[in-house]
Nanobody
Framework: QVQLVESGGGLVQPGGSLRLACVAS????????LYWYRQAPGKERELVAN????????NYAGSVKGRFTISRDNAKNTVYLQMNSLKPEDTAVYYCKARNVYSPYGEYWGQGTQVTVSS
């Protein structure tokens, strides 16, 4: 059974930092591209950042470029999202997703972790 479990969310002041982690189990981690999405109340889920299998390619939404960093540790089956210079508009539930590059059916989501940026 595949599981993705996010952690690291919480309440932080504007300008602060958080590091999210997503630990995967039940899959071959190195066969999956990894994604962080977020969904704010009343808005659609949006892609924040993604990283390929090896970690050699990353991509960011324009709104977070230069502030967020995605990384992965294949030995620990974990993907991270380092978030710096947080803004109130970053407030959302953050989700990780794993997509198997060898199968169109291998897509898995975590349950999400809440990030609230407020003074």
């Amino acid at each position: 059974q595949v599981q993705l479990v996010e952690s690291g969310g919480g309440l932080v002041q504007p300008g602060g930092s958080l590091r999210l982690a997503c630990v995967a189990s039940g899959l071959t981690f190195s066969s999956h591209d990894l994604y962080w999405y977020r969904q704010a109340p009343g808005k659609e889920r949006e892609l924040v950042a993604n990283i390929n299998r090896s970690g050699g390619y990353t991509n960011y939404a324009g709104s977070v470029k230069g502030r967020f960093t995605i990384s992965r540790d294949n030995a620990k089956n974990t993907v991270y999202l380092q978030m710096n210079s947080l803004k109130p508009e970053d407030t959302a539930v953050y989700y990780c997703k794993a997509r198997n590059v060898y199968s169109p059916y291998g897509e898995y989501w975590g349950q999400g972790t809440q990030v609230t940026v407020s003074s």
